[in-house]
């Protein structure tokens, strides 16, 4: 059945959608605001007008009305939220799939979506079932005393296991991004803090319920690549190591698979632990009959030991790095190829045992930014944007090469994806820093100050991949 | 000459008047008489003096022909423009001419915090037996001429209010009694501090346990306006006065939505004015007044002195006789003997001598004969369901679990501390006696019941079963539609259209960006706000009626009866909010936009009253009024002290009395028994207010901002306690229930 | 040489009688079916009461997701332009519905000459500018024109690639006249964000405004 797909995000990943539209023979729209009229996932598609008119403007990419407005009046049949927007709200899947004009969601059914959105509850569910979360309260807590003896069983544990600074994080429950964080290293701290969590809690987020948790330092953060289909099939295409990331946790290195031997000499049987946190989400994903791709975020401490972290039930900007060490058929898959033939109720047609996993890969992200100054964002004109071609990497990008481009200040400053990969990390990490070394990124600020880029930073984070 | 000259003046004073009063010239050719009149006067020069004279006397006959069968046919509205008439007497008359002096206090003429509230302290005296005895009392009133410029039409403002009730706590103070007289077509609408409505709710709550007799007469007694003054233990009216719950103008304009700017078609005003009820033979009967003053023909005027010596005859005699019931009947009984056989001696200037001053076990009775005067009025306007025998049963119902509750709080509150452990034990005996007491009884009580239902749940009430779309709990089924609506802070904020699904349904109604509450349907808060299945109402039967016969309105009631469900604007019922058993009555806007009558105020006050007898807090919650329902008129009107006064004697005897008001709610239940209350909250969004803003527009010529009555500005102003997100109405109330109650949740 | 000389009222103010109109173009906010109310010639009013709480006439109404959006007028004058094809079509958001010819108050023209004048403060990015806390306390307390500036003073937040920096004033020291961006409105790159006026340029600008009222009826 050809489907007529609303590609609701920009840049790259619109684009990236929008060939495996075509690739799989979907129809499809893209929609784009005043501020990114320049940009490819625009450009490329501007010319068909009339009945045929792929690109349609909008006044916001974060208004649901304005998609749905978008998608009825071309006759759409399912929207793809693509990454970050509206991916993991599951109030617009559910708007999406039970409006008037229902259409499909190209995600997992909203119903998962708000179960695992809501990390206290997939915390509650994963202990259920015996897979290892960040040892702390399962539910906001609303009592001094209660949580004084929390906090002091947290402090216990870590000592008994050896640590030396032992501390816990005590957070607003109904907080996120970092907001209402506090560290407590010593019980006689505990209770001034917990009071100003709570009542900043209260305050904030009119609910005074608060979270204690270990705070876990000197740890790599991996991911674990899933795809589910409506039928009852469920696959995973290994793990990916992410732990290198901006100051604002915001991820730019990313490595398949999770570890390497060859990298550093771990204090557990790596593969052991890759394989444990891979049953453990296949586990998860089939409690809440999971039906869609997702990730499944975990700690791994010095020590080997896994936690949960959380889920993303939604397409992630690294998910290629994971589809690069994959074979079905001798062939790398592309995963949001797949993600829309399942959600469009497809069945996956192949097992896990098809599956080969080969070789490791490296996903660079480049971002216009000063890596020097906390990151800044960087905002100007390109005038130079060159890339290597080689059939052991991949590009994704927004910005034109043929002609100058001015970022858009709307949004953040993400140049492009690259990715490389080898036979092993070691030839892929060598790949990597000969394939930054031939790009070439060229622009000036208002000012008339040159351009600047993390791609320095890239290339001297490469060692650091895989390590603690 | 003079002599003629005075008269022609007289002679067309008379005329212009009559058809001032009728409205018209045409009015029984009043212009054609007007007509011969300006021939006769014309030839004042041409005519000898005695043919002038016959002509003149002509005249005069004709005129006072017309004056007595204007009279016979005086309509509604044309003693509203008698009242309104600037020949009219005014208060500042009645001091002169009543009193033997004064000293007048708060202000003087023009410089006074309102020259429209006129508070003077007072002496009257009476010649008994040859003897003057003067009394002092406090004369409080409006004052609508002499200075016309200052006197804002009479229109008092909340600062004039409060000053009228400071110096009726001097009254208290002093032991004397007061002398309200109301010439007011009703209050100045602003909301300015403490707010009209706020104002006059203080004045009633004050008054309806004021220490001192109070008597008040009407002239011009415009709703809410009247009430701030008006509550007493002895209504007088003048027989050409009116007293409204609304001017004729305002209810024709309302009842014949014409809106703004339209000229409202004179007629309408006319039935209206009819429709309302609002002359004094007409509040007499319907027991809102107790005694009628008469006056001279098409109403006294300033130079009407033996009217105003009929005043303080009929002053004097209501303060004697409400002092005297106080003591007791007999004293009563031998009063009005002693008063008819003097009368019969000396005419209507006799007077028996009765000292004013109360002692505490008076002032007790006193008190309690004002409640029971306040508990019976209004009544007129319900139907008592079923029989003589029905009520006697639900008394004896009453009777026996007052006697339960009785033992329950205050048998065992004495010994409270040594036996609460024992507590489970004690009300279980007590249970074993109420059968005991109340088994003889019981057996007659089940025989005239059985054909009365158990109390109704509502549970089982329209909409509620309504297909539930997301959640398992109550989702409005406003929920049910696909589509989106515009936050009226959009632009300012930038606010998403929202979905209705989503807004109706988890956003319990709310922008989920800036907060803004859209209403909700009342059924919403049944379900989120009570414990579940907690909610049993009582008094589901008792019917919103018409008891002035508005035409037309039957009809519209069956309509709302039809709408709704139910039977009137209020319901009552008892419920938990977290474990905490509640009270509740509740003003919802489907029902005549919860206009309330006579029916409504009397369940108000059977929940003030079971509230109070079982020990409970007592929560209003106003989903919207639109104030007292005008097709009821001063029936309405009067259960704004009547219910003022149950809310007193709850409170009084430590009840814990919240109000939360929503969405819309204005005029006479805040200005009363809502107004009253010490803790009064609002839910976000929501607009309080005594008048409108059309009815501000249409008083003071001035436009008010857009905000004027919001809550924020409600709690800006003081009027209440706090602004409550409807989302956590649950948490708050119970928080609220908790902190103020107390221990007990009964809080004293 | 002062400023003064350099103003040719002759000519700036004939160049307003020429033309003394404002157009303002009115665009869709957002995508949806459009229907309109008025027609090219028609006279608008914008809004009106006293507290600008009655809204101006109805010029279109945007129907999306079944909401049916009223777009009333800001402005008063004469509707100069419809873009009629799109009557009962749908629209991009942005797209160019009409235009206002708006006629130029007295204190329209002032302000527009004031420009040339005082001391513009320029955007130094393309982003969303907000006044300091400070500022917009000041502001919303005293006015405006109460405020006063000096070099190095924290006068905007800029709201740029989701980072808020504060921009500090450079420039001489003054008053802020005029104010030339609405807060969190996406402003070009050099744009001037406020006029200020320094103290020797009060006399220019207070005889420019006696000059225009005087000469504009």
Same mark, same amino acid.
């Given at each position: 059945m050809k489907a007529k797909i609303l590609i609701a995000n920009r840049g790259e990943i619109a684009i990236r959608i929008a060939k495996a539209c075509e690739d799989l023979g979907h129809d499809f729209v893209m929609i784009y605001t005043d501020a990114d009229k320049d940009s490819e996932h625009v450009v490329r598609y501007a010319d068909q007008t009339g009945k045929d008119q792929k690109v349609w403007r909008i006044s916001s990419y974060t208004d649901p009305n304005e998609i749905l407005s978008i998608a009825d009046h071309t006759s759409c049949t399912a929207i793809h939220p693509g990454y970050g927007f509206f991916s993991e709200d599951f109030r617009f899947a559910r708007r999406v799939t039970v409006r008037d004009r229902p259409l499909i969601f190209i995600g997992p059914k909203w119903e998962v979506i708000k179960d695992l959105g809501d990390k206290i509850n997939t915390k509650k569910v994963a202990n259920e079932l015996g897979i290892p979360t960040i040892p702390g309260t399962s539910a906001p807590i609303y009592n001094e005393m209660e949580a004084e003896s929390v906090a002091e069983k947290l402090l216990l544990e870590q000592r008994e296991q050896g640590i030396s600074d032992p501390s816990i994080l005590v957070k607003a429950a109904a907080g996120g991004g970092g907001m209402g964080i506090e560290e407590v290293h010593r019980l006689e701290q505990f209770r001034q803090v917990y009071r100003e969590v709570k009542n900043y809690a209260k305050r904030q987020f009119g609910d005074g319920g608060v979270l204690i948790e270990t705070c876990l330092r000197d740890y790599n953060h991996l991911e674990v690549q899933l795809l589910c289909s409506q039928h009852g099939e469920r696959i995973h295409f290994g793990t990916r190591n992410c732990t290198i990331q901006s100051t604002g946790r915001q991820k730019r290195l990313e490595a398949a698979p999770g570890f390497d031997d060859s990298c550093f000499n771990y204090a557990f049987d790596a593969n052991d632990v890759l394989e444990k946190v891979v049953d453990y989400s296949l586990k998860l994903a089939a409690h809440v009959r999971y039906d869609n791709v997702g990730t499944w975020e975990w700690i791994v401490a010095r020590n080997g030991q896994p936690y949960l972290l959380e889920v993303n039930t939604r397409i992630q900007v690294e998910n290629d790095v994971s589809a690069r060490i994959s074979y079905y058929k001798k062939k790398q898959p592309n995963l949001i190829r797949e993600q829309i033939r399942v959600a469009l109720g497809a069945k996956i047609g192949y097992s896990q045992r098809k599956i080969k996993f080969k070789g490791a890969c490296i996903e660079f992200r480049i971002v216009a930014e000063d890596t020097g100054r906390d990151f800044a964002p960087w905002i100007g004109k390109i005038t130079r944007f060159d890339f290597p071609k080689h059939d052991w990497s991949a590009v994704y990008t927004q910005v034109p090469s043929d002609r100058h481009y001015d970022i858009p200040s709307d949004f953040d400053p993400n140049l492009a994806l690259a990715l490389v990969w080898g036979d092993n990390i070691a030839q892929a990490k060598e790949r990597g820093r000969a394939f930054l070394e031939e790009v070439f990124i060229e622009g000036e600020t208002s000012a008339g100050e040159p351009m600047m880029t993390n791609l320095q930073y890239l290339a001297e984070n490469i060692d650091r991949l895989l390590t603690f | 000459m003079q002599e003629i000259r005075k008269r022609l003046t007289k002679i067309e004073e008379r005329l212009n008047y009559i058809s001032q009063v009728k409205g018209s010239e045409k009015w029984g050719n009043v212009d054609s008489v007007l007509q011969r009149f300006v021939a006769v006067r014309d030839a004042i020069f041409d005519i000898s003096t005695d043919k002038m004279a016959t002509k003149i006397h002509t005249l005069e006959d004709e005129i006072s022909f017309l004056e007595e069968r204007a009279e016979e046919s005086l309509t509604g509205m044309d003693r509203v423009r008698i009242v309104r008439s600037p020949l009219r007497f005014s208060l500042k008359d009645i001091l002169e001419n009543v009193y033997d002096d004064y000293t007048e206090l708060g202000g003087e003429e023009e410089a006074s915090i309102d020259a429209s509230m006129v508070c003077a302290k007072a002496t009257v005296s009476a010649k008994i037996k040859g003897k003057t005895v003067t009394q002092q009392v406090m004369v409080i009133g409006h004052e609508k001429g002499h200075g016309e410029e200052y006197r804002n039409g009479g229109c008092s403002k909340p600062w004039g209010n409060e000053k009228a009730l400071r110096f009726m706590m001097v009254a208290q103070t002093e032991g004397i009694p007061i002398h309200a007289y109301i010439f007011t077509p009703g209050s100045f609408p602003v909301e300015e501090y403490p707010g009209a409505g706020q104002q006059i709710a203080r004045n009633i709550y004050a008054m309806t346990k004021l220490e001192v007799p109070i008597i008040s007469i009407i002239s011009e007694g415009g709703s809410g306006?009247?009430?701030?003054?008006?509550?007493?233990? &002895? $209504?007088? #009216?003048?027989?050409? /006065?009116?007293?409204?719950?609304? !001017?004729?103008? =305002?209810?024709? +304009?309302?009842?014949? *939505?014409?809106?703004?700017?339209?000229?409202?078609?004179?007629?309408?005003?006319?039935?209206?004015?009819?429709?309302?009820?609002?002359?004094?033979?007409?509040?007499?009967?319907?027991?809102?007044?107790?005694?009628?003053?008469?006056?001279?023909?098409?109403?006294?005027?300033?130079?009407?002195?033996?009217?105003?010596?009929?005043?303080?005859?009929?002053?004097?005699?209501?303060?004697?006789?409400?002092?005297?019931?106080?003591?007791?009947?007999?004293?009563?009984?031998?009063?009005?003997?002693?008063?008819?056989?003097?009368?019969?001696?000396?005419?209507?200037?006799?007077?028996?001598?009765?000292?004013?001053?109360?002692?505490?076990?008076?002032?007790?009775?006193?008190?309690?004969?004002?409640?029971?005067? &306040? $508990?019976? #009025?209004?009544?007129? /306007?319900?139907?008592?369901?079923? !029989?003589?025998? =029905?009520?006697? +049963?639900?008394?004896? *119902?009453?009777?026996?679990?007052?006697?339960?509750?009785?033992?329950?709080?205050?048998?065992?509150?004495?010994?409270?501390?040594?036996?609460?452990?024992?507590?489970?034990?004690?009300?279980?005996?007590?249970?074993?006696?109420?059968?005991?007491?109340?088994?003889?009884?019981?057996?007659?009580?089940?025989?005239?019941?059985?054909?009365?239902?158990?109390?109704?749940?509502?549970?089982?009430?329209?909409?509620?079963?309504?297909?539930?779309?997301?959640?398992?709990?109550?989702?409005?089924?406003?929920?049910?539609?696909?589509?989106?609506?515009?936050?009226?802070?959009?632009?300012?904020?930038?606010?998403?259209?929202?979905?209705?699904?989503?807004?109706?349904?988890?956003?319990?109604?709310?922008?989920?960006?800036?907060?803004?509450?859209?209403?909700?349907?009342?059924?919403?808060?049944?379900?989120?706000?009570?414990?579940?299945?907690?909610?049993?109402?009582?008094?589901?039967?008792?019917?919103?009626?018409?008891?002035?016969?508005?035409?037309?309105?039957?009809?519209?009631?069956?309509?709302?009866?039809?709408?709704?469900?139910?039977?009137?604007?209020?319901?009552?019922?008892?419920?938990?909010?977290?474990?905490?058993?509640?009270?509740?009555?509740?003003?919802?806007?489907?029902?005549?936009?919860?206009?309330?009558?006579?029916?409504?105020?009397?369940?108000?006050?059977?929940?003030?009253?079971?509230?109070?007898?079982?020990?409970?807090?007592?929560?209003?919650?106003?989903?919207?009024?639109?104030?007292?329902?005008?097709?009821?008129?001063?029936?309405?009107?009067?259960?704004?002290?009547?219910?003022?006064?149950?809310?007193?004697?709850?409170?009084?005897?430590?009840?814990?009395?919240?109000?939360?008001?929503?969405?819309?709610?204005?005029?006479?239940?805040?200005?009363?028994?809502?107004?009253?209350?010490?803790?009064?909250?609002?839910?976000?969004?929501?607009?309080?207010?005594?008048?409108?803003?059309?009815?501000?527009?249409?008083?003071?010529?001035?436009?008010?901002?857009?905000?004027?009555?919001?809550?924020?500005?409600?709690?800006?102003?003081?009027?209440?306690?706090?602004?409550?997100?409807?989302?956590?109405?649950?948490?708050?109330?119970?928080?609220?229930?908790?902190?103020?109650?107390?221990?007990?949740?009964?809080?004293? | 040489?002062?400023?003064?000389?350099?103003?040719?009222?002759?000519?700036?103010?004939?160049?307003?009688?020429?033309?003394?109109?404002?157009?303002?173009?009115?665009?869709?906010?957002?995508?949806?079916?459009?229907?309109?109310?008025?027609?090219?010639?028609?006279?608008?009013?914008?809004?009106?009461?006293?507290?600008?709480?009655?809204?101006?006439?109805?010029?279109?109404?945007?129907?999306?997701?079944?909401?049916?959006?009223?777009?009333?007028?800001?402005?008063?004058?004469?509707?100069?332009?419809v873009n009629k094809v799109l009557d009962g079509q749908f629209v991009q958001a942005g797209e160019k519905i009409m235009t206002i010819r708006h006629p130029l108050k007295k204190r329209e023209i002032i302000e527009q000459i004031l420009r040339d004048v005082l001391v513009p403060f320029a955007a130094p990015e393309k982003a969303k500018y907000y006044f300091a806390m400070d500022i917009q306390n000041r502001i919303e307390k005293f006015g405006q024109r109460s405020v006063s500036v000096k070099a190095g003073d924290e006068v905007f937040t800029m709201s740029l690639m989701k980072r808020d920096t504060p921009v500090y004033y450079t420039g001489e020291a003054g008053i802020i006249h005029s104010v030339y961006f609405k807060p969190g409105q996406s402003m070009e790159l050099g744009e001037p964000l406020v006029g200020v006026c320094p103290p020797e340029k009060v006399a220019v600008v207070e005889k420019i405004i006696t000059r225009v009222k005087a000469e504009w009826e």
């Open positions: - | 306006g009247a009430e701030a003054i008006g509550c007493s233990d &002895y $209504r007088l #009216m003048f027989s050409h /006065g009116y007293y409204s719950v609304i !001017s004729p103008e =305002g209810g024709a +304009a309302i009842e014949g *939505k014409v809106r703004e700017g339209q000229k409202i078609p004179m007629e309408m005003v006319e039935s209206c004015a009819e429709r309302l009820k609002i002359t004094a033979t007409d509040n007499l009967r319907l027991k809102t007044i107790d005694r009628i003053v008469e006056e001279p023909l098409l109403g006294a005027k300033r130079d009407a002195y033996e009217f105003f010596k009929r005043v303080k005859y009929e002053m004097i005699r209501a303060t004697d006789e409400v002092v005297l019931k106080t003591k007791s009947l007999r004293a009563f009984r031998n009063y009005e003997m002693k008063l008819n056989r003097s009368r019969k001696e000396l005419g209507d200037d006799a007077h028996i001598d009765v000292s004013w001053e109360l002692n505490r076990d008076e002032m007790a009775r006193l008190l309690e004969m004002r409640s029971k005067k &306040y $508990r019976a #009025m209004g009544c007129e /306007g319900i139907c008592a369901k079923g !029989s003589f025998l =029905g009520r006697l +049963a639900s008394r004896v *119902k009453e009777k026996s679990s007052k006697y339960f509750y009785n033992i329950r709080y205050d048998m065992l509150h004495s010994h409270q501390k040594q036996v609460k452990q024992v507590m489970h034990d004690v009300t279980s005996e007590s249970a074993v006696v109420i059968k005991q007491v109340a088994g003889p009884l019981a057996s007659v009580f089940d025989f005239f019941t059985r054909r009365q239902e158990s109390p109704a749940l509502l549970v089982g009430g329209e909409d509620l079963n309504r297909e539930q779309v997301y959640d398992n709990t109550y989702t409005s089924p406003l929920a049910n539609e696909d589509r989106t609506v515009t936050c009226p802070n959009s632009e300012r904020l930038g606010c998403k259209d929202l979905w209705v699904p989503d807004l109706y349904g988890q956003f319990g109604g709310v922008c989920e960006n800036c907060g803004h509450h859209f209403p909700l349907e009342y059924q919403w808060y049944l379900k989120h706000l009570f414990d579940r299945d907690s909610i049993r109402e009582f008094n589901s039967k008792l019917l919103a009626r018409n008891p002035l016969n508005s035409p037309d309105f039957e009809k519209r009631l069956k309509v709302a009866i039809k709408k709704t469900g139910r039977r009137s604007s209020m319901i009552t019922f008892d419920a938990r909010v977290r474990g905490v058993e509640v009270v509740v009555a509740m003003l919802y806007s489907n029902f005549r936009n919860g206009t309330v009558g006579s029916t409504e105020g009397e369940k108000f006050v059977q929940a003030a009253e079971r509230a109070r007898m079982m020990r409970r807090p007592l929560l209003s919650y106003v989903h919207t009024t639109g104030g007292i329902r005008i097709q009821e008129g001063t029936l309405g009107v009067t259960q704004m002290p009547k219910c003022t006064m149950a809310v007193r004697e709850y409170v009084d005897a430590g009840g814990l009395y919240v109000v939360v008001y929503d969405n819309n709610s204005y005029a006479g239940p805040v200005a009363s028994f809502l107004g009253c209350s010490y803790y009064q909250f609002a839910i976000r969004s929501s607009r309080i207010g005594f008048a409108g803003p059309r009815v501000i527009r249409d008083t003071t010529g001035v436009d008010i901002p857009p905000d004027y009555h919001s809550a924020r500005n409600a709690l800006k102003r003081g009027h209440i306690q706090g602004i409550w997100d409807r989302r956590e109405f649950r948490t708050n109330l119970h928080k609220s229930l908790m902190t103020m109650g107390g221990k007990s949740l009964y809080y004293r | 040489m002062s400023q003064q000389d350099t103003i040719n009222y002759d000519a700036v103010l004939s160049k307003f009688r020429e033309d003394p109109f404002a157009y303002v173009d009115i665009n869709a906010m957002h995508t949806g079916h459009i229907r309109f109310h008025v027609r090219e010639g028609d006279k608008v009013e914008g809004l009106t009461g006293d507290f600008r709480h009655i809204k101006g006439t109805l010029l279109c109404e945007l129907t999306r997701e079944r909401n049916q959006k009223p777009i009333h007028c800001t402005t008063n004058g004469e509707v100069s332009f």
